[in-house]
């Protein structure tokens, strides 16, 4: 067996776009892949995106959070009305169903990190707590992808030849 420097690139390529891509677990619920998007300049707000599964047997709520990058955090929701975008705080929490899971993502169920202190750069990673009804607060990474990026694990962590990179 030979050694390919193209093979072990892609590897550790694929390792560090993974290394931070992580699940965590509040009572019965589990919170897969935190991430939000680079912020340009002078932004005031980003979101958060991730996905929450419910392996319990009774319904609980996502009714807020906080992190060290936002004056505050509201969790939001996104609808078309006669093609028109409207963005709207969630009254009450979201609700995540016993055996079910809700993906929070770009034009649906978000968080917004409002009164941003800073522009987010892709590739950083920001702390943030959120807080359930019933499993109570979960300390979580979210990882900053690049401008654009639309999510999932595969999504780049850093910006691509040719996108825009945050500040240029």
């Given at each position: 067996m030979r050694f390919n420097p193209f093979a072990a690139a892609g590897l550790v390529a694929l390792a560090v776009a993974t290394a931070h891509a992580a699940d965590y677990k509040a009572g019965s619920l589990v919170i897969a892949d935190p991430w939000s998007r680079a912020t340009p300049k002078g932004a005031s707000v980003a979101g958060g995106y991730m996905k929450i599964t419910n392996n319990g047997s009774?319904?609980?709520?996502?009714?807020?959070?906080?992190?060290?990058?936002?004056?505050?955090?509201?969790?939001?929701?996104?609808?078309?009305?006669?093609g028109v975008a409207k963005m709207r705080p969630v009254k009450g929490g979201l609700e995540i169903k016993p055996g079910q899971s809700v993906e929070l993502k770009p034009g649906s169920y978000h968080v917004m990190f409002m009164g941003l202190k800073k522009p987010l750069g892709a590739g950083e990673h920001i702390?943030?707590?959120?807080?359930?009804e019933k499993a109570g607060k979960v300390d979580v990474d979210y990882d900053v992808r690049a401008m654009g990026a639309t999510g999932g694990k595969d999504a780049p962590a850093m910006p691509m030849p040719g996108m825009p990179m945050p500040g240029h």
């Amino acid at each position: 067996m030979r050694f390919n420097p193209f093979a072990a690139a892609g590897l550790v390529a694929l390792a560090v776009a993974t290394a931070h891509a992580a699940d965590y677990k509040a009572g019965s619920l589990v919170i897969a892949d935190p991430w939000s998007r680079a912020t340009p300049k002078g932004a005031s707000v980003a979101g958060g995106y991730m996905k929450i599964t419910n392996n319990g047997s009774a319904p609980d709520r996502l009714i807020g959070g906080s992190s060290d990058v936002a004056s505050s955090f509201e969790v939001h929701e996104m609808s078309m009305t006669g093609g028109v975008a409207k963005m709207r705080p969630v009254k009450g929490g979201l609700e995540i169903k016993p055996g079910q899971s809700v993906e929070l993502k770009p034009g649906s169920y978000h968080v917004m990190f409002m009164g941003l202190k800073k522009p987010l750069g892709a590739g950083e990673h920001i702390k943030a707590t959120l807080v359930f009804e019933k499993a109570g607060k979960v300390d979580v990474d979210y990882d900053v992808r690049a401008m654009g990026a639309t999510g999932g694990k595969d999504a780049p962590a850093m910006p691509m030849p040719g996108m825009p990179m945050p500040g240029h």
